[in-house]
Antibody
Framework: QVQLVQSGAEVKKPGASVKVSCKAS????????ISWVRQAPGQGLEWMGW????????NYAQKLQGRVTMTTDTSTSTAYMELRSLRSDDTAVYYC??????????WGQGTLVTVSS | EIVLTQSPDFQSVTPKEKVTITCRAS??????LHWYQQKPDQSPKLLIK???QSISGVPSRFSGSGSGTDFTLTINSLEAEDAATYYC?????????FGQGTKLEIK
């Protein structure tokens, strides 16, 4: 079955880091990029960046530069997104999606990250 | 950064009605425009890619058109299950921004 399965919800304190995983199955992992999109409560979609699962090249949203790192582990077909120095406005559902520059045709179920003291 | 502006923000429509949602880009993006549907508590779903390319499994009542700066998502003969928020998304220039969303309510 072609799917992306994400790790579970996280609660973090301001200043901490979070690492969300996204495990792919049912397709050749290295043939597609993985993008990350987040959605704050009641808000729209925000593009965070993407990583090529083929060669590891990344493209991050400038507003997150220096705080976000996207990686992949091709041996387990898993992508990771780490966000550091968390703030309250980082509270959101984080999605991984298949695709780099084009339309994202496969999405994970989302991971809620709550940042609260 | 390319800004995508959708209109309307909200629309209340009746079943079988034809619906048109527009997305205007702040600069030309060619055909690098995609449309998604998101229902409450669900992940987004790709409806149309590259402005007008259909997606396997998506009902044929959904279609897209446009190029450059002006794009349209059309839903012919609306069904109750189409109640959702619709987003446009550009992949012409990083950051790959999304529109603010259009919420469709079915009367």
């Amino acid at each position: 079955q072609v799917q992306l399965v994400q790790s579970g919800a996280e609660v973090k304190k301001p200043g901490a880091s979070v690492k969300v995983s996204c495990k792919a199955s049912g397709y050749t992992f290295t043939s597609y990029g993985i993008s990350w999109v987040r959605q704050a409560p009641g808000q729209g979609l925000e593009w965070m960046g993407w990583i090529s699962a083929y060669n590891g090249n990344t493209n991050y949203a400038q507003k997150l530069q220096g705080r976000v790192t996207m990686t992949t582990d091709t041996s387990t077909s898993t992508a990771y997104m780490e966000l550091r120095s968390l703030r309250s406005d980082d509270t959101a559902v984080y999605y991984c999606a298949r695709g780099g520059g084009g339309g994202y045709d496969l999405w994970g179920q989302g991971t809620l990250v709550t940042v609260s003291s | 950064e390319i800004v995508l502006t959708q209109s309307p923000d909200f629309q209340s429509v009746t079943p079988k009605e034809k619906v048109t949602i527009t997305c205007r880009a702040s600069q030309s993006i060619g055909s690098s425009l995609h449309w998604y549907q998101q229902k409450p508590d669900q992940s987004p779903k790709l409806l149309i890619k590259y402005a007008s390319q259909s997606i396997s499994g998506v009902p044929s009542r959904f279609s897209g058109s446009g190029s450059g700066t002006d794009f349209t998502l059309t839903i012919n003969s609306l069904e109750a299950e189409d109640a959702a928020t619709y987003y446009c998304h550009q992949s012409s220039s990083s950051p790959y921004t999304f529109g603010q969303g259009t919420k469709l309510e079915i009367k």
